[in-house]
């Protein structure tokens, strides 16, 4: 059974740094596409970044561009986003996501609170 | 970056009625678009991949089509179980982008 659970989330201030994980089961992170999408309160998704399976194809929203890296651990089968500098804006549900034809599996989403 | 454009915003219809919702890209995306449910508190389900084909498990209620810049997701025979929200995305270039979402609401 494919399972993707994210862990991480929680109320930061803003400026602050929060890193996401991903623990997946049921297929390997290191031979698919991931991404990470967004969705703030209330309002539409948001894809935020995708790592391809060579590892070193990746990219990013601009929304996020410089501020996130997204990364993964071959031997743990899991998934990161370390998010720095955050903002208001940056308050979501945060999902991690297998791309495949289109994205196939999701995780239960992690929220992320930027307030003071 | 490609924007995705939904029509309508919000649909009411009635349990067994056929309903179509539209999805425009700003530029060509071939058939790299995907349809999504999400009902509320709940991560999205993907229905269609590739412009129409309907993932596994997906009922066959579900129809889609579409390429290029314009593409259609139908489903005939609304059940309860159909009232949520529905996206489109295409995934041809990145940034990958989401259509506004559709609210389909019981009449």
């Known amino acids: 059974e494919v399972q993707l659970v994210e862990s991480g989330g929680g109320l930061i201030q803003p400026g602050g740094s929060l890193r996401l994980s991903c623990a997946v089961s049921g297929f390997t992170v290191s031979t698919n596409y991931m991404s990470w999408v967004r969705q703030a309160p209330g309002k539409g998704l948001e894809w935020v970044s995708s790592?391809?399976?060579?590892?070193?194809?990746?990219h990013y929203a601009d929304s996020v561009k410089g501020r996130f890296t997204i990364s993964r651990d071959n031997t743990k089968n899991t998934l990161s986003l370390q998010m720095n500098s955050l903002r208001a804006e940056d308050t979501a549900v945060y999902f991690c996501v297998r791309q495949a034809a289109g994205f196939d599996y999701w995780g239960q989403g992690t929220l992320v609170t930027v307030s003071s | 970056d490609i924007q995705m454009t939904q029509s309508p915003s919000t649909l009411s219809a009635s349990i067994g009625d056929r309903v179509t919702i539209t999805c425009r890209a700003s530029q060509s995306v071939s058939s790299w678009l995907a349809w999504y449910q999400q009902k509320p508190g709940k991560a999205p389900k993907l229905l269609i991949y590739?412009?129409?084909n309907l993932q596994g498990g997906v009922p066959s209620r579900f129809s889609a089509f579409g390429a290029g810049t314009d593409f259609t997701l139908t489903i005939s025979g609304l059940q309860p179980d159909d009232f949520a929200i529905y996206y489109c995305?295409?995934?041809?270039?990145?940034?990958?982008?989401f259509g506004q979402g559709t609210k389909l609401e019981i009449k």
């Open positions: 790592i391809h399976d060579d590892g070193s194809t990746i």
């Open positions: 590739k412009a129409s």
């Open positions: 995305q295409q995934y041809n270039y990145y940034p990958y982008t």
